[in-house]
C-alpha cells in the first residue's frame, strides 16, 4: 500500500532564505514522486518529478528534490525563497505496480515574509 | 499544446440537485482523473478513466460517476448534491512517461458551492 506524508503543514521562511518541504513516502514498488504548487484559486502545476532515473531532480522555478530510498524521503528545496513561491506544495506518489493510483499527501502551506 | 480546459468554472446548487461538470484533456492523452479538493479532507482521488474504461476508483459513494467520451473528454457527475460536497473538483490529463510514471497535467478546477 502505498502512503505519503508532508512533516509540516506550515513552513514559514524570510524572503531569500532557503526553502526545505518535508515528504516521506511508502510504495511496495518503485514509486514516480511528484511534487505539485497549487497557488490560490488556481489547479495544480508540476514542480518536478522522480522517475527512477537520477535520485537529484530539478524543477521549475529553481525549486530541486533528492530521492533518498534508503530514508523514503522526497524532500524539495530552494537555495532562495521569492516572495511569488508562497502557496500550498504537495508530495504525491504514483504506483506503477499496477494500475495507475495517485496519493497525495496533505499539503505545506509556505508563506513567505518580506 | 492547449492544457486541461473544465467547465464551467463555477456553479452554484442547492442541496437534491444533480450537476456535470467536463473535462477536455491535452490532446493525445487517454487517461483522466477526477479529484476532489476540499479544507478539510484534502486532495482526494475519485475515479480514472483511460480508453472510455474506469480503470480505478476511490472511496467515493455511488452518487459520484463519471465517463469518458471516445475523444477522451470526461464528465463528472454527482447527484443527489449534499452541503459536503462543496469543493474544488480538479480534472488531470495523464501521459505514460518513458520511465513509466503517470504524469497528470491538471486543470484550473471546478469550484461546486452546494447550498
Known amino acids: 500500500a502505498q502512503s505519503v506524508t508532508q512533516l509540516d503543514s506550515h513552513v514559514s521562511v524570510s524572503e531569500g532564505t532557503p526553502v526545505l518541504l518535508r515528504c516521506n513516502y511508502s510504495?511496495?514498488?518503485?514509486?514516480?514522486l511528484f511534487w505539485y504548487v497549487q497557488h490560490p484559486n488556481k489547479g495544480l502545476q508540476l514542480l518536478l518529478k522522480?522517475?527512477?532515473?537520477?535520485?537529484l531532480v530539478k524543477g521549475i522555478n529553481g525549486f530541486e528534490a533528492e530521492f533518498k530510498k534508503s530514508e523514503t524521503s522526497f524532500h524539495l528545496t530552494k537555495p532562495s525563497a521569492h516572495m511569488s513561491d508562497a502557496a500550498e506544495y504537495f508530495c504525491?506518489?504514483?504506483?506503477?505496480?499496477?494500475?495507475?493510483?495517485?496519493?497525495f499527501g496533505a499539503g505545506t502551506r509556505l508563506f513567505v515574509k518580506a | 499544446k492547449a492544457g486541461v480546459t473544465q467547465t464551467p468554472r463555477y456553479l452554484i446548487k442547492t442541496r437534491g440537485q444533480q450537476v456535470t461538470l467536463s473535462c477536455s484533456p491535452i490532446s493525445g492523452h487517454r487517461s483522466v482523473s477526477w479529484y476532489q479538493q476540499t479544507p478539510g479532507q484534502g486532495l482526494q482521488f475519485l475515479f480514472e478513466?483511460?480508453?472510455?474504461?474506469?480503470?480505478n476508483k476511490g472511496n467515493f459513494p455511488g452518487r459520484f460517476s463519471g465517463r469518458q467520451f471516445s475523444n477522451s473528454r470526461s464528465e463528472m457527475n454527482v447527484s443527489t448534491l449534499e452541503l459536503g460536497d462543496s469543493a474544488l473538483y480538479l480534472c488531470a490529463s495523464s501521459l505514460r512517461t518513458s520511465g513509466g510514471a503517470w504524469e497528470q497535467f491538471f486543470g484550473p478546477g471546478t469550484r461546486l458551492t452546494v447550498l
Open positions: 504525491v506518489v504514483s504506483d506503477r505496480g499496477g494500475g495507475f493510483k495517485t496519493i
Open positions: 478513466y483511460f480508453s472510455e474504461t474506469q480503470r
Open positions: 510504495s511496495s514498488y518503485s514509486p514516480s
Open positions: 522522480y522517475t527512477s532515473a537520477a535520485t
